[in-house]
């Protein structure tokens, strides 16, 4: 986890080199910003809006501590960061717990991780923030024991990954057209797809849930492109090879 967490005046160890040095947009994306698209899309009647601010949830913890750690709760590499959200000692030990994080239990991070971003939102971990995405800033609710009351619903699946996203897809191939009526699903195609679209500089989460933003963005990306499938917001064979494949 960066320095940001303690407001240490040292600069942070794992900003630089595991992240991709940033790239100008592309041509795509400068239209987009140019051409004044956001409005009303050829046929589709799809217009990208701005998502209102909402609670975060488990799933935004979810790809948070992927990012920061493979999901690791156990990781102790040695570089003063610890655990599946990488704290560092001084501020695992502000919030009132002893020990090192990465000797505590899964929901005992979890629960550390929601009483920080609670107080200080997605600015302890900067460089996992700006590369997901992560926007919502609604306080995620936890229990009077603890533990994210609703993380206690139901188990948080395993994050997909880009490298598992990777791995489907070079087994099973790209799984056909992608729409928001598997918008509930977290698809590797969808996962791969959206993973590209964010390396050509469009604001996207990637998630594997092709939903409404990702729609607009696929409708948008045709209309500019003339790539198309039959109908606008759809991912199928003609902007899969464009996007993915090219």
């Given at each position: 986890?960066?320095?940001e967490?303690t407001?240490?005046s040292?600069p942070?160890r794992?900003?630089?080199?595991r992240?991709r040095?940033?790239q100008?947009?592309?041509?795509t994306a400068?239209l987009?910003?140019?051409t004044?698209?956001?409005?009303?899309?050829?046929?589709g009647?799809?217009?990208?809006t701005a998502?209102?601010a909402?609670?975060?949830?488990?799933?935004?913890?979810a790809k948070?501590?992927?990012?920061?750690?493979?999901?690791?709760?156990a990781i102790?590499?040695g570089?003063g960061?610890?655990?599946?959200?990488?704290f560092?000692k001084?501020?695992w030990q502000?919030l009132g717990y002893?020990g090192?994080?990465?000797?505590?239990?899964?929901?005992v991070?979890?629960?550390?991780?929601y009483?920080?971003?609670?107080s200080?939102?997605w600015s302890?971990?900067?460089?996992c923030?700006?590369?997901?995405?992560?926007?919502?800033?609604?306080?995620?609710?936890?229990?009077?024991?603890?533990a994210?009351?609703?993380?206690?619903?139901e188990?948080?699946k395993?994050a997909?990954t880009?490298?598992?996203?990777?791995?489907?897809?070079?087994q099973?191939g790209?799984g056909g057209?992608?729409s928001t009526?598997?918008?509930?699903?977290v698809?590797a195609?969808?996962y791969?797809?959206?993973h590209?679209?964010?390396e050509?500089?469009f604001?996207l989460?990637?998630d594997g849930?092709f939903?409404?933003?990702?729609q607009g963005?696929?409708?948008l990306?045709?209309?500019?492109?003339?790539v198309s499938d039959g109908?606008?917001g759809?991912v199928?064979e003609n902007l899969?090879k464009a996007?993915?494949?090219?």
């Amino acid at each position: 986890m960066p320095s940001e967490q303690t407001g240490d005046s040292r600069p942070s160890r794992r900003a630089s080199g595991r992240h991709r040095a940033p790239q100008g947009p592309s041509s795509t994306a400068r239209l987009l910003r140019t051409t004044g698209a956001v409005t009303a899309l050829v046929g589709g009647g799809l217009a990208v809006t701005a998502a209102p601010a909402h609670a975060a949830t488990p799933e935004d913890f979810a790809k948070l501590r992927q990012c920061e750690s493979g999901g690791n709760y156990a990781i102790n590499t040695g570089n003063g960061y610890y655990g599946a959200y990488q704290f560092d000692k001084r501020t695992w030990q502000g919030l009132g717990y002893s020990g090192l994080p990465h000797e505590a239990a899964p929901a005992v991070q979890d629960e550390a991780a929601y009483r920080l971003y609670n107080s200080r939102g997605w600015s302890p971990w900067p460089a996992c923030a700006r590369k997901l995405g992560l926007t919502n800033n609604g306080q995620i609710g936890v229990s009077s024991s603890g533990a994210a009351g609703n993380l206690q619903q139901e188990p948080v699946k395993p994050a997909m990954t880009l490298d598992k996203a990777q791995q489907e897809i070079q087994q099973a191939g790209f799984g056909g057209t992608i729409s928001t009526a598997d918008g509930g699903e977290v698809r590797a195609d969808a996962y791969v797809w959206q993973h590209e679209m964010r390396e050509q500089r469009f604001a996207l989460t990637v998630d594997g849930k092709f939903g409404p933003q990702s729609q607009g963005v696929a409708a948008l990306y045709s209309y500019l492109t003339k790539v198309s499938d039959g109908q606008p917001g759809v991912v199928g064979e003609n902007l899969w090879k464009a996007t993915v494949e090219s």
